[in-house]
């Protein structure tokens, strides 16, 4: 089944959504202004993504481990509009919404020490021209 990865018997662990392939997009309070979206890939236990330019983001990337629960530990460094590095850490926690579609809850610590938690939300593969 797409989109799910089974960690043991299906009666005794929940699915866990498999993100390789999958197209997301920031949640924001003004979807107008424009989200950063991506695309997440995952090879057994690596998983990356990259993230194009919307609302105040150029660029960004990820890297990461798939952990035994799920979850995704990580690294990103991200380039805004206004040309800042923004680096840290964080744990990914995707989980399937009401309609079936991935969600993920991004817990991030920069290194400039601010925390938080935001989320993405699968989207339709956006169509990009050559």
């Known amino acids: 089944m797409r989109g799910a ?8 662990q929940p699915v866990v959504p498999d993100v390789d392939g999958v197209w997301f997009r920031l949640v924001v309070d003004d979807p107008a202004g424009g989200a950063p979206y991506g695309q997440y890939h995952r090879d057994r236990d690596l998983v990356w993504a990259e993230f194009y330019a919307g609302g105040t983001l150029r660029s960004g990337r990820l890297v990461g481990h ?4 799920g979850s995704i530990k990580a690294a ?6 206004a040309g800042e590095v923004v680096s840290g ?6 989980e399937f ?6 969600r993920i809850a991004d817990h991030f610590r920069r290194s400039d020490g601010s925390s938080g938690v935001t989320y993405i939300e699968q989207i339709p593969a956006p169509v990009r021209e050559a």
Not at 5 to 12: D, F, G, I, K, R
Not at 76 to 81: I, V
Not at 89 to 94: A, I, K, Q, R, T
């Open 5 to 12: 990865v089974v960690t043991a018997a299906a009666s005794e």
């Open 66 to 69: 798939l952990q035994d629960d």
């Open 76 to 81: 990103y460094c991200l380039l805004t509009a």
């Open 89 to 94: 850490e964080c744990v990914s926690v995707p």
């Open 97 to 102: 919404d009401a309609r079936g579609n991935i």
